[in-house]
């Protein structure tokens, strides 16, 4: 499912197998935090789609409007 996607330089890949996630599971615990990747974008898309949202105005076409009968 993952081939051909993009990904970070701070990816780990293993095999399906018990050992192999281990392995590389004490790898990342032996060597700390990586530094930061931002392929998919830096953080900030909640307060950039609240900026467009806050100002976008619907064009209203109809009303609803109810008649006693």
Given at each position: ?69
């Amino acid at each position: 499912r993952q081939i051909g996607r993009e990904r970070g330089s701070n990816l780990i890949e293993a095999e399906m197998q018990a050992d192999s996630i281990y392995e590389k599971v004490e790898h990342q615990i032996n060597h700390g935090p990586y530094v930061g990747c931002q392929i998919y974008g830096d953080g900030n898309a909640s307060k950039q789609i609240t900026k467009i949202i806050k100002k976008f105005k619907p064009k209203v076409q109809k009303k609803i409007s109810y008649v006693d009968q």
